[in-house]
């Protein structure tokens, strides 16, 4: 079965900091891996997503991820962050020739950008 | 192009009662999906539609059906609601490309059962 592990619940950076949301997943055939963003009372946006091709992917709002085979990892970056950055962020995966293509969410992790 | 929307709001139902979400994809989009949302439980699957057809299903229980129309337009209905169905319901779009495709998400509706 597929799984999605967030390890941290809350990530405290300081503004202009670089930031790291981590993420590890477990398939059995080969993964599509997404990060999306939540605002408050909102929907989740979609910031990145791997499928193929260069490990390293850049997304939206200058966030970017690498995708780690060997490590099962799909980390989330930004080199320099904002107050706005403040959220929750979703680490999603598909399976894809593993038989199930239901996406599975980790439970996210809030991210608290202070001043 | 207009985003995903999502119909009502906000509802407030009793236990026992049955409520019908509806959701409306972007345009062109043929794949829609919902998903429940719950502090506990976290964003946990429903069901995915494709040109009217239920392509995945996740672990809920019958009470949870969902169906799709013509015009890719979605309903999920819960009937006999219980206390633990309040949740955020998340219904998602992206068009017809596969598996890889992005889901662009609506802002949800929020059902409180009493």
């Known amino acids: 079965a597929q799984s999605v592990a967030q390890p941290e619940d809350q990530v405290n950076v300081a503004e202009g900091n670089p930031l790291t949301v981590k993420c590890t997943y477990s398939?059995?055939?080969?993964?599509?891996l997404f990060w999306y963003v939540q605002y408050p009372n909102r929907g989740l946006q979609f910031l990145l997503k791997?499928?193929?091709?260069?490990?390293l992917v850049k997304g939206s709002y200058g966030f970017e991820a690498e995708f780690n085979k060997s490590q099962t990892s799909f980390h989330l970056k930004k080199p320099s962050a904002l107050v706005s950055d403040s959220a929750l962020y979703f680490c999603?995966?598909?399976?894809?020739?593993?038989?199930?293509?239901?996406?599975?969410f980790g439970r996210g992790t809030s991210l608290i950008v202070h001043p | 192009k207009a985003g995903v929307t999502q119909t009502p709001r906000y509802l407030i139902k009793t236990r026992g009662q049955q409520v019908t979400l509806s959701c409306s994809p972007i345009?062109?989009?043929?794949?829609v999906s919902w998903y429940q949302q719950t502090p506990g439980q976290g964003l946990q699957f429903l069901f995915e539609?494709?040109?009217?057809?239920?392509?995945n299903k996740g672990n809920f229980p019958g009470r949870f059906s969902g169906r799709q129309f013509s015009n890719s337009r979605s309903e999920m209905n819960v009937s006999t609601l219980e206390l633990g169905d309040s949740a955020l319901y998340l219904c998602?779009?992206?068009?017809?490309?596969?598996?890889?495709?992005?889901?662009?998400f609506g802002p949800g509706t929020r059902l409180l059962v009493l």
């Open positions: 998602a779009s992206s068009s017809p490309q596969g598996y890889q495709e992005t889901q662009y």
């Open positions: 398939v059995s055939g080969n993964p599509y």
């Open positions: 791997y499928i193929t091709g260069d490990n």
């Open positions: 999603a995966v598909r399976d894809v020739g593993g038989g199930s293509y239901i996406p599975t």
């Open positions: 345009s062109g989009h043929r794949s």
């Open positions: 539609y494709f040109s009217e057809t239920q392509r």
